[in-house]
């Protein structure tokens, strides 16, 4: 499991309007739970959720509605979006520091 790698959500309840979950935290550090955000089917980005494109489908990357759940539902990578490194810890900056 790599950082920026995504998955499909594992949670039955949430995936219908979050199809897809992306892993924050670093691959050098491994646990049994992984800091993800959700991937949602929402066209709004802002400057702290970032617009995103898995599997040809446009999604927001939700980062205010990161949390920790368990690495091992999580098997294949369906992708990894390292392309938007720069915008996701912009955004992670501006999330916790106010800039």
Do not use: C, W
Not at 26 to 51: F, Q, R, W, Y
Not at 68 to 93: F, G, H, M, Q, W
């Amino acid at each position: 499991m790599r950082q920026f790698d995504v998955y499909a959500n594992p949670s039955a309840s949430s995936a219908r309007f979050a199809p897809f979950v992306i892993v924050l935290q670093s691959h050098h550090i491994e646990l049994k739970s992984v800091v993800v955000a959700p991937l949602v089917n929402d066209k709004l980005a802002t400057s702290i959720e970032i617009a995103v494109e898995v599997e040809g489908n446009q999604y927001v990357m939700a980062l205010t509605e990161l949390g920790s759940i368990p690495a091992a539902p999580l098997r294949t990578p369906v992708a990894n979006l390292s392309e938007y490194e720069y915008e996701v810890r912009r955004a992670l900056d501006r999330l916790f520091s106010g800039f």
